[in-house]
């Protein structure tokens, strides 16, 4: 049997595997090989000679692996093997209960067996005589796109996704670049059509639409990674199977990964060994305890921008400077504090962490060559969680002191990047984490390219042209004396409009807001000189002046005004919390229009229910603001005194 794996479970009679293949799903036994690593108090061979004798099904050995928290130390580990994962943890849980023995390396057994097979989900195998085996090679980041066919199910509500509280009036299905809504009655024939062998669904969705969950496909939640692209791209890169990886924190596709690569070196990962941090002062902590570089820059409008970017710049500099908890602050042979760093370093071998990264990188750049844009996305992701992972004190490689040593090189190379810029006849408008937006000023100034490749060479790191901007905005903040540090927007050389922070892109912003802002964008993305920006302004003024006559003559359909929230509850604890669910907080989000009483889950409004208008119309004014108007005509047709009111009751 062969097929693209999407999920695994061990079983009493081995571990049943699903397969995609082309007549749907598949489900097989095979043999998965488990293993256990065990600290003993008695000789670990005398206990491996025991087992043996006891458990047929279990193959006992003893191993000497490298201990934590250096790894520089040998001991010897009592090593268990079996492909009945049931008796492999009750024979482990007996050693612990009696005292004699600790197990370690307690990572997912599933997804580090399956990548030690080199068969992680998202790849093709093959199954025979109860054994997987790889058809592909894993580690090619071009591997051919997997056939898995998959459906998109969403239970719709008047206000849009439906929550667990509301009456379902349909459900959209998406499916190969097809899209169509249908009546409740129809969603799992809507389904069927499409033939999956993955159905993507919210929990709610799957409380809401009856026979959604069916031996016929596989549910999984929407995907944090983005895409099915995604999920399919950490399934290879952590073994975890596909509906697990869809709902993964980066944090555990990172871990399992590190797990993995540490596994293969033999270390014992260990968490009941601590990482404690030495007695600093309070000036040492100050100095140390920093955020990465960035400048408060001056709001404005800017021309003939260039906006300078980083490759991957804390991943990068983790893999450059071997950043990684068991080679900063720790004792060994040849430590040196790297530029800009501030902790000694070992560099007599390669860290588990840069180890990882080096090879995600690599991953991703080769993705972004071939065109592969939701893979490379995917990775992107886990190196942006890679550094701040790197300084929580419950990873397993994490380390505060290597943490430290990366946001103290990162400020020391932007600081040198705007030295170049400077020194090559440019000036520094703004800077950030990794990117810096440069002005050239004097028109015999070198091209940017000419810059980044000056600046590589002086830093080491890889630094590319991002965009070339027409012109570049950013905002004023509150006090409207600085410039808003991660907040701008511009139109590029080809003619695109760029966002950052903006509330057109952040998720609570109600779509009347979302639209307004959008529209005055456009407007702006037809000027090309500081005259015709000037004009553009004031026509973007009297699309929110047009926004507010319409808020103000209640012509705002109410699922433009609702408002999404994230909540901490999870779907399982609302359900046993009717409090919560009466507040309108289901399935993590919070949804609802403002009243002049309150807000208003929607699940509680009714046809003719009031707005504050105020509160909708202080939004509109902060959208207008970012874009760079400070107020706009007062609509007419009788409005005029009822809008003077509103803005002076906002002061």
């Known amino acids: 049997m062969e097929g693209y794996l999407i999920d695994a479970s061990p079983t009493t009679e081995g571990t049943e595997l699903v397969l995609a293949t082309d007549h749907g799903l598949a489900r097989v036994r095979a043999r998965i090989r488990y293993s256990a690593h065990v600290l003993t108090r008695p000789d670990p061979r005398i206990l491996a000679e025991q087992i043996m004798s006891s458990e047929d099904s279990i193959e006992a050995s003893v191993e000497e692996m490298l201990a934590s928290p250096d790894y520089r130390v040998r001991v010897r580990v009592l090593m268990l093997a079996s492909d009945d994962l049931e008796t492999l943890t009750r024979v482990v849980h007996r050693l612990e209960a009696s005292g004699v023995g600790r197990e370690v390396n307690r990572v997912h057994r599933l997804a580090v067996a399956l990548k030690m097979n080199n068969a992680p989900p998202g790849s093709l195998v093959r ?19 997997p056939s898995i066919r998959y459906v998109k199910v969403t239970a719709l509500a008047w ?32 389904v069927r059509y499409c033939r999956p062998h993955v159905v993507i669904a919210r929990f709610e969705d799957r409380v809401l639409i009856p026979g959604l969950d069916s031996d016929e496909w596989v549910v999984m939640e929407h995907p944090l990674a983005g895409s099915m692209e995604g999920v399919i791209e950490w399934s290879r890169i952590s073994g975890l199977p596909l509906p697990e990886a869809a709902v993964a924190p980066i944090g555990k596709v990172l871990t399992t990964a590190e797990a993995a690569e540490a596994m ?8 009941s060994i601590p990482r404690i941090e030495g007695w600093r002062t309070v000036g040492e902590l100050a100095a140390a305890d920093l955020a990465g570089g960035g400048r408060v820059p001056e709001p404005g409008t800017y021309w003939g921008l260039a906006q300078l970017d980083f490759n991957s710049l804390y991943p990068s500099i983790i893999v450059k400077h071997n950043l990684s908890a068991e080679t900063v602050g720790v004792a060994c042979w040849g430590g040196t504090v790297p530029e800009g760093g501030i902790h000694p370093v070992c560099t007599d071998k390669e860290g588990v962490v840069p180890s990882v990264l080096r090879k995600l990188i690599w991953r991703r750049a080769m993705q972004k060559d071939a065109g592969l844009v939701r893979r490379a996305d995917a990775v992107k992701w ?13 990873s397993l490689f994490g380390s505060i002191q290597a943490y430290e040593n990366v946001t103290s090189i990162a ?6 990047a705007e030295a170049v810029a400077e020194k090559m006849g440019y000036r520094v408008i703004h800077s950030i984490v990794d990117s810096i937006f440069i002005q ?4 015999s100034a070198p091209q940017p390219e000419e810059v980044a490749a000056e600046i590589e060479r002086v830093t080491g790191l890889s630094i590319r042209v991002e965009s070339r901007y027409v012109w570049l905005t950013i905002p004023a903040i509150k006090d409207g004396l600085r410039g808003a540090a991660n907040k701008y ?26 639209d307004a802002q959008s529209e005055a964008l456009a407007i702006l993305a037809s000027a090309r000189n500081p005259g015709e920006y000037k004009e553009a302004l004031a026509s973007v003024s009297a699309v929110f002046a047009k926004k507010a006559s319409l808020l103000l003559n209640n012509k705002v359909p109410l699922t433009d005004l609702v408002i999404t929230k994230r909540s901490s509850l999870t779907p399982r604890r609302v359900l046993q919390a009717f409090a919560a669910a009466r507040a309108g907080l289901v399935g993590g989000v919070v949804k609802y229009v403002m009243t002049p009483a309150g807000p208003l889950p929607v699940t509680h409004v009714k046809e003719g229910v009031r707005i504050d208008k105020v509160y909708y119309l202080s939004l509109l004014h902060s959208a207008a603001r970012e874009v760079g108007v400070d107020s706009f005509t007062p609509p007419r047709k009788g409005l005029v005194a009822e809008y003077n009111a509103l803005t002076n009751y906002l002061g």
């Open 127 to 145: 199954v025979e005589s109860g054994r997987i085996s790889p058809l592909e090679d894993v580690d090619d980041p071009l591997y051919e796109t």
């Open 159 to 190: 206000h849009g996704p439906a929550m667990l509280s509301d009456r379902v009036v349909g459900a959209m299905i998406r499916c190969d670049k097809e899209e169509f809504v249908v009546r409740p009655d129809e969603v799992v024939e809507g």
């Open 264 to 271: 293969r070196r033999g270390y014992i990962l260990d968490p």
């Open 382 to 394: 886990l190196l942006v969680a890679a550094f701040g992972y790197l300084g929580y004190r419950n």
């Open 411 to 416: 400020r020391h190379t932007l600081l040198k």
């Open 440 to 443: 050239p000023a004097s028109p």
């Open 489 to 514: 927007f511009g139109l590029t050389a080809e003619g695109q409009v760029k966002v950052k922070g903006l509330a057109m892109i952040r998720r609570d912003t109600p779509k009347f807001v979302k």
